[in-house]
Nanobody
Framework: QVQLVESGGGSLQAGGSLRLSCAAS?????????MGWFRQAPGKERAGVVT???????AYADSVKGRFTISKDNAKNILYLQMNSLKPEDTAMYYC????????????????????WGQGTQVTVSS
């Protein structure tokens, strides 16, 4: 059983930065999993933000490219999302997700239906 616990959300003004963390309890290491961040804004469907594959390759949504950076600490089993230049349209509940699939970041983003989800952390960006 995989458990994911997000933290780091908050409220801030546009242009600011936040770093989200996701502590994962997994078998061995998160390096064996597809990992990702997703978000759901009010009234919208959940959407992929960024995924990272087994070997560290990544895939980003166009809307966050150049502003968000995913990283992971395989030894500590923590996934991070550094969010810079935040915009009001980034306001959403952010979810960490994991899946036992192994592949590139692009594969994780387009082909994987993630099995495990955290409870989410709210990010609110005001103009």
């Amino acid at each position: 059983q995989v458990q994911l616990v997000e933290s780091g959300g908050g409220s801030l003004q546009a242009g600011g930065s936040l770093r989200l963390s996701c502590a994962a309890s997994v078998i061995y290491t998160i390096n064996n999993y597809c990992m990702g961040w997703f978000r759901q804004a009010p009234g919208k469907e959940r959407a992929g933000v960024v995924t990272i594959g087994s070997y560290g390759s990544t895939a980003y949504a166009d809307s966050v490219k150049g502003r968000f950076t995913i990283s992971k600490d395989n030894a500590k089993n923590i996934l991070y999302l550094q969010m810079n230049s935040l915009k009001p349209e980034d306001t959403a509940m952010y979810y960490c997700a994991a899946d036992r699939s192994r592949g590139s970041g692009g594969y994780c983003y387009t082909r994987v239906e993630f099995e495990y989800w955290g409870q989410g952390t709210q990010v609110t960006v005001s103009s």
